[in-house]
């Protein structure tokens, strides 16, 4: 199947497509807030620059796209039909960074979270998950 835009509509396109401030990333920062966790945001200074840093809890959270971070099991991470080679080396790709990201982090001394684009879709499971994990890292006294 051949591409319905021209090559430079699809470079447009493509070029609209956000890093930062996404909507699942924007979700799991209010629900972190409501919570009461402080962070910061892409912290240059670590690898991989993690979409959130919680450096009280010295933990990082990675909010990943299913399709690009391949999610195992998610039906958004498929692969397309057309240009197999190219789609499955970008793939390949970005598992591997993703993975030495991790290790320098852990290295580093910090906890490592992801959250998958698919587990935003429902915040209260999403908050439940993310204050279970950082609470069984890091307890602390619960709001009154």
């Known amino acids: 199947m051949t591409d319905s835009l021209t090559h430079e509509r699809r470079s447009w396109n493509m070029s609209r497509i956000r890093g930062r401030d996404t909507g699942p990333e924007v979700a799991v920062r209010q629900t972190l807030h409501r919570l009461g966790y402080r962070f910061r945001l892409h912290r240059r200074d670590l690898p991989g620059r993690p979409d959130i840093a919680l450096p009280k809890y010295r933990t990082v959270v990675f909010v ?5 971070h391949r999610h195992s099991g998610c039906r958004y991470a498929y692969t397309p039909k057309t240009r197999t080679e190219f789609w499955g080396k970008k793939f390949q790709d970005t ?50």
């Open 95 to 144: 598992v591997v960074r993703d993975s030495n990201n991790r290790q320098l982090l852990q290295c580093a001394g910090w906890n490592v979270l992801y959250v998958w684009e698919c587990e935003v879709k429902n915040l209260q499971k999403l908050a439940e998950k993310l204050d279970s994990l950082l609470q069984d890292a890091f307890p602390r006294e619960k709001p009154p």
């Open 64 to 68: 990943q796209g299913c399709f690009w």
